[in-house]
């Protein structure tokens, strides 16, 4: 081996801390926060080198997928108390858990003028179906319950209640038709800050307590060098443009 190729390759060994390795993350993600995940993913990796690979479903079912041994490294909840609770099983890393946004309720129909701005709907229309998510596994249904409490219809709309297993699944009924209206994550129909077809009524915040959405680092992936990048990226000013563009809000 001759003396130039001997120094190339010590030039490229001195370098090679710097360059720094890419690692793929697997991220557990809410439904409701699909769309911007999708792009934040996107970025993310455009920027780092990194890869994500990202299942979407309902915080409870993600939550029994990590305690059945799913090599997720990273969890985005629809809610604050999961991932606290992941933390207090060694599940999660402690002092990793952080609120990465804020959701946003809306009561949504696929049909124009159908939903009015009071929430009249729920009163004055002889509608079948109303979609909620299962409260016991999505914090959307559980905030959807509460709202109706607050505006004194739950008992009277109890009957025409449908369960989506998840914010994904409710959004479908009610963007099939199978229900008229449905109360859905406001992300979901939100494009360029309008709601992008339909009718809806954004749910004012004090309606319901707030739909917290809390990030976890698990303790799978504490050693994974993309995981601890993600993480740090969500708290990025280009990561909160795209959260506040989905409606929700960030902190």
Known sequence: MNSIHMMFIAVIATCAPLIGRADVVQVAVASNF????????????ALTGHKTLLAFGSTGKLYAQIRNGAPFAVLLA????????????????????FTYATGTLVLWSAKDDYVDDQAGVLTQRAFRHLAVANPKTAPYGAAALA??????????????????ENIAQTHHFVASGNAELGFVALSQVLEKGRIRSGSGWIVPASYHPPIRQD???LTNGQDNEAAH??????????????IKAYGYRAE
């Open 34 to 45: 699909t769309a911007p995940m999708q792009v934040i993913a996107e970025r993310f990796e």
């Open 215 to 217: 990030a976890v680092l």
């Open 147 to 164: 709202t109706l409490k607050e505006l004194g219809v739950l008992e009277s709309v109890s009957r025409r209640l449908v369960q989506g």
């Open 78 to 97: 629809a809610d604050e108390q999961v991932p606290a609770k992941l933390e207090s099983e060694g599940l999660g890393v402690t002092g990793s858990r």
């Open 229 to 242: 990048a993600l993480l740090d990226y969500l708290k990025s000013a280009a990561a909160t443009e795209v």
